[in-house]
C-alpha cells in the first residue's frame, strides 16, 4: 500500500489581511499545498519560518517592521528556503523583485490589485504551479546557505536590525566556476562537440531560477559577439523591461526588450516582452522580431520558448543555437526539436546547477541536447560553438 504524499507547507507572509486571505483561498484550491500559518511582517515571518520550517514561502516586498528585501537577505543567510515574491506591477515593485532575485528568490508573481479585471483564475493556476516548482529546489542551492545553527537568526532578527545598505547583488559567476561557486565537479556531456552549421542566431529559453542564471552567462559573452541573442523569461508583465534593463548594466552587449518590427543585430540581446509571443520572420534577408498576442501552439507561457524556437526552425533553420537553462515544465522541447531536425545545435543545463531541472530535463530525456553543462560553462560554451564554428 503505498504512503499519500505530504502536501507541500507554505508560509503567507503579508501585511494585508485581504492578501493573506486571498493568497489562502488561492492556495487551498490544491490538495497538493497546505497552508501552515500566515505572517504579517518580515520579522514574524522568519519567526515562524524557525518554528514550522515551511517547504515554501511567498513573501510581499513592502511591509512594515521588516520588509520582504530584509526577511529575504535573513532568510537566505540562516535557513535557505525557497521564496517567490508577490510583487506589485510598476516600476518600484520590479526594481525591488528583481532585488529580491538577487538575494535568492526563486520566482515572482504579480500581486492582484484587487480591482475589477485582475485574472484571478490566471493568478491562481500560476501561483499554485510555481509553488509546487519552488518545492521541488534543494535549499542548498539557494544563495546564502550557512551551516549556523538556525537559533541564531531570532537572535539576529531580536537584536539588531539588518542593514541591507551593504548588501551587494552576487558577481556573475566565470566560466570556470559551477552557479554554487564551487568548481565544476561533473565532464560535461558532449565536451568538445561543435554545431555542424555556422550560428547565425543564439536563443535562450529560461523560466524559474531564470533571471539569476541570466546574469551568471550574458556578462561572459564578449562585446565582439558576431551574432544576435533572443531570451525568452517566463515572467509576469512589467517585469522583463526592468529585467533587460538591469542585465544591460551587466553586460558588454547591449541588452533591451525587444520590439515588434525590429531587425536583429548582432551584439545584441533581445529580451522578450512578458505577456506576448516573441518570435523571428525572415524578410529581405533580415531577420525581424514579431512580437504579439498570436501563438501558433496551445501554451500556457507569453512567452513561450517553443513558440520562439519554432519561428527560428522556420526563419532560421540549422543555424540556429538553442539553450535551455533552469526551470519547471518542458516549455521548448517541442520547439528544440524541431531545430533539431534542421541540424539546429542544443545546449541544456545540467542537473547540478539548476535551481529547477525541469525544462533541460525534458530536452535532455528527448534525446536533444548536444551538450550538457552547468549554469558556470555555459556561456563559455556557446562562445565557443560561435567563434569556432564547425
Known amino acids: 500500500m503505498s ?41 514574524d515571518g522568519i519567526l515562524k519560518l524557525q518554528a514550522l520550517r515551511p517547504q515554501v514561502v511567498t513573501m510581499d516586498v513592502e511591509m512594515p517592521i521588516m520588509d520582504g528585501l530584509q526577511a529575504l537577505e535573513e532568510i537566505m543567510r540562516w535557513q535557505p528556503t525557497p521564496v517567490i515574491i508577490l510583487s506589485s506591477v510598476t516600476t518600484e515593485g520590479a526594481k525591488a523583485t528583481l532585488k529580491a532575485l538577487d538575494l535568492g528568490a526563486i ?3 504579480a500581486k492582484p490589485s484587487g480591482k475589477p479585471g485582475d485574472n484571478l483564475q490566471a493568478l491562481s493556476h500560476d501561483l499554485i504551479e510555481k509553488v509546487k516548482a519552488a518545492a521541488l529546489v534543494n535549499p542548498a542551492r539557494l544563495k546564502g546557505k550557512s551551516s549556523t545553527y538556525v537559533g541564531t537568526m531570532a537572535a539576529s532578527i531580536t537584536n539588531s536590525s539588518v542593514n541591507t545598505a551593504t548588501s551587494k547583488a552576487a558577481a556573475p559567476v566565470s566560466p570556470a566556476m559551477s552557479s554554487t561557486g564551487q568548481g565544476t565537479r561533473a565532464v560535461s556531456n558532449g565536451k568538445g562537440i561543435l554545431p555542424k552549421h555556422p550560428v547565425e542566431i543564439v536563443a535562450i529559453g529560461t523560466s524559474t531560477g531564470g533571471p539569476s542564471a541570466l546574469q551568471a552567462v550574458l556578462p561572459t559573452l564578449p562585446g565582439n559577439f558576431p551574432v544576435p541573442v533572443l531570451v525568452a523569461q517566463h515572467m509576469p508583465p512589467g517585469f522583463t523591461g526592468p529585467l533587460a534593463q538591469r542585465l544591460n548594466g551587466l553586460c558588454a552587449l547591449n541588452v533591451k526588450e525587444g520590439i515588434h518590427g525590429e531587425i536583429l543585430k548582432a551584439g545584441n540581446v533581445y529580451v522578450a516582452q512578458a505577456g506576448k509571443q516573441l518570435q523571428v520572420q525572415s524578410k529581405s534577408g533580415q531577420l525581424v522580431l514579431h512580437i504579439g498576442e498570436e501563438s501558433p501552439i496551445p501554451t500556457l507561457y ?42 539546429g545545435f542544443a545546449i541544456a543545463e545540467s542537473e547540478e546547477s539548476c535551481v529547477v531541472y525541469g525544462m ?4 535532455v530525456e528527448a534525446g536533444l541536447a548536444d551538450r550538457i553543462v552547468p549554469l558556470g560553462e555555459i556561456g563559455k560554451t556557446i562562445v565557443e560553438c560561435v567563434m569556432r564554428r564547425g
Open 3 to 43: 504512503v499519500p504524499k505530504r502536501p507541500i507547507g507554505v508560509l503567507i507572509v503579508d501585511d494585508s489581511p485581504f492578501m493573506r486571505l486571498t493568497l489562502q483561498k488561492i492556495l487551498s484550491q490544491d490538495s497538493g499545498i497546505r497552508v501552515i500559518d500566515t505572517a504579517r511582517d518580515g520579522r
Open 360 to 363: 533541460p530535463r525534458s530536452v
Open 107 to 109: 520566482d515572482v508573481v
Open 302 to 343: 507569453r512567452p513561450s520558448v517553443d513558440v520562439m524556437f519554432l519561428s527560428l526552425a522556420k526563419a532560421v533553420g540549422k543555424g540556429t543555437l538553442g539553450v535551455v537553462m533552469t526551470g519547471m515544465g518542458s516549455d521548448g522541447t517541442k520547439g528544440m526539436k524541431e531545430l533539431k531536425a534542421l541540424e
